[in-house]
T-cell receptor, first 109, second 116 residues
Framework: RKEVEQDPGPFNVPEGATVAFNCTYS??????FFWYRQDCRKEPKLLMS???SGNEDGRFTAQLNRASQYISLLIRDSKLSDSATYLC??????????FGQGTELSVKP | DVKVTQSSRYLVKRTGEKVFLECVQD?????MFWYRQDPGLGLRLIYF???????EKGDIPEGYSVSREKKERFSLILESASTNQTSMYLC???????????????FGSGTRLTVV
């Protein structure tokens, strides 16, 4: 079983749609949680941290459920520029990043 | 602006060659990491280092070694390149973890290595 698992994707949605990505992690000792965005042939870049209380950044909302070991990302009012691969990332002991395999999002006009 | 620089964007090497991938960061970060990224497998950790001259194996260290002689530089070495090491290699660095922080993780732009 992978340590971090994500929706398989790809997700193809029209502009303006709301889309949700899910992620589960297996190590209950995981400390910190993030969503990264990776554009084609580019490096991953931090999109947002994920906190237990839930957090929002504009059209993006992230949620963490420690009891279920589940992380989500909601994108509202999708834009063409949101097309990318979204990576669920967990930090374990001593600062090791563990990545999910990523979910590809394609927003169409 | 925080920077992690990888020496080559694209590299083509022959089977059996010794290959060096260089990574330099200018943020005075303690931690440095090497990942490879392959379709369907995501990013996988090869090696990491928490300090000069320290190294730790990641999830897939076989066929690789690393060197960290200076704080700012972390080198990945393929002792004898093989075709199954064709991949995108990403270097990252981070600071000592702070409670609740994201450790300031920053990635380099990647090196796409092809072994023929």
């Amino acid at each position: 079983r992978k340590e971090v698992e994500q929706d398989p994707g790809p997700f193809n949605v029209p502009e303006g749609a709301t889309v949700a990505f899910n992620c589960t992690y297996s190590n209950s000792a995981s400390q910190s949680f993030f969503w990264y965005r990776q554009d084609c042939r580019k490096e991953p870049k931090l999109l947002m941290s994920v906190y237990s209380s839930g957090n929002e950044d504009g059209r993006f909302t992230a949620q963490l459920n420690r009891a279920s070991q589940y992380i989500s990302l909601l994108i509202r009012d999708s834009k063409l520029s949101d097309s990318a691969t979204y990576l669920c990332v967990v930090i374990q002991d001593a600062g090791k990043l563990i990545f999910g395999q990523g979910t590809e999002l394609s927003v169409k006009p | 602006d925080v920077k992690v620089t990888q020496s080559s964007r694209y590299l083509v090497k022959r089977t059996g060659e010794k290959v060096f991938l260089e990574c330099v960061q200018d943020m005075d970060h303690e931690n440095m990491f090497w990942y490879r990224q392959d379709p369907g497998l995501g990013l996988r950790l090869i090696y990491f280092s928490y300090d000069v001259k320290m190294k730790e194996k990641g999830d897939i260290p076989e066929g690789y070694s690393v060197s960290r002689e200076k704080k700012e530089r972390f080198s990945l070495i393929l002792e004898s390149a093989s075709t199954n090491q064709t991949s995108m290699y990403l270097c990252a660095s981070s600071s000592v973890p702070n409670r609740g922080g994201n450790y300031g993780y920053t990635f380099g732009s990647g090196t796409r290595l092809t072994v023929v």
